[in-house]
């Protein structure tokens, strides 16, 4: 298993504003993955992050509004830009293993007002 | 897109055996099913997999039927620590996850 932490935990911030979310990991990993949570909902893929090229955006998010640096195999970031009430939500990484077992972070609490 | 379907909600007496079903009729022969559980907000985590056999680990056992087409979750003495939301999922040909409503379930004392 990995262990992953996420900087910040949560975050109170005005619409219009970015906020940068940092995923770290305790071991080298190929893969990660970002997710959104809105409230009472399901997990939503945002886009896989691959170090050495660009994030892969599911239908409906795009990089202007979410980019995503992969500077090495223990560290990504995710940008929520331009914000809006409607992007409050959770926002968690997550690593794949050998056997495709995804491990989470703890997630970041975002309320934008 | 990969699609499953659970039941929004159930509730289990403390321990007794959870039985969490989800059917997966759109799985591939080569694709593994995935249980994870979320409480209260926290990041979703790993709970069991499996392809065709049944599995079983410290956590829980998995049931897939021989058609591969649902499976059961099945945690065999609840306690109140398990409550929280339960998905399976599996992969659509890649490492992606699609992650459907899963099933809330509440453990009662």
């Known amino acids: 298993s990995a262990v992953i932490s996420q900087k910040p935990s949560r975050d109170i911030c005005q619409r219009g504003t970015s906020l940068t979310i940092q995923c770290q990991v305790d071991?080298?990993?190929?893969?990660m993955f970002w997710y959104r949570q809105q409230p009472g909902q399901s997990l939503t893929l945002i886009a896989t992050a691959n170090q050495g090229s660009e994030a892969t955006y599911e239908s409906g998010f795009v990089i202007d509004k979410f980019p995503i640096s992969r500077p090495n195999l223990t560290f990504s970031t995710l940008t929520v830009s331009n914000m809006s009430p409607e992007d409050s939500s959770i926002y968690l990484c997550?690593?794949?293993?050998?056997?495709?077992?995804?491990?989470f972070g703890p997630g970041t609490r975002l309320t934008v007002t | 897109d990969a699609k499953t379907t659970q039941p929004p909600s159930m509730d289990c007496a403390e321990g007794r055996a959870a039985n969490l079903p989800c059917n997966h009729s759109?799985?591939?022969?080569?694709?593994?099913v995935y249980w994870y559980r979320q409480i209260h907000s926290q990041g979703p985590q790993y709970i069991i997999h499996?392809?065709?056999n049944n599995e079983t680990n410290e956590m829980a056992s998995l049931i897939i039927t021989e058609d591969r087409k649902s499976s059961t979750l099945i945690l065999p003495h609840a306690t109140l620590r398990d409550t929280a939301v339960y998905y399976c999922t599996y992969t659509s040909g890649t490492y992606k996850y699609i992650f459907g409503t899963g099933t809330r379930l509440k453990v009662l004392a």
């Open positions: 499996g392809l065709k």
């Open positions: 997550s690593v794949t293993s050998d056997y495709y077992e995804q491990y």
């Open positions: 759109t799985i591939s022969g080569n694709e593994y």
């Open positions: 071991s080298q990993v190929t893969m």
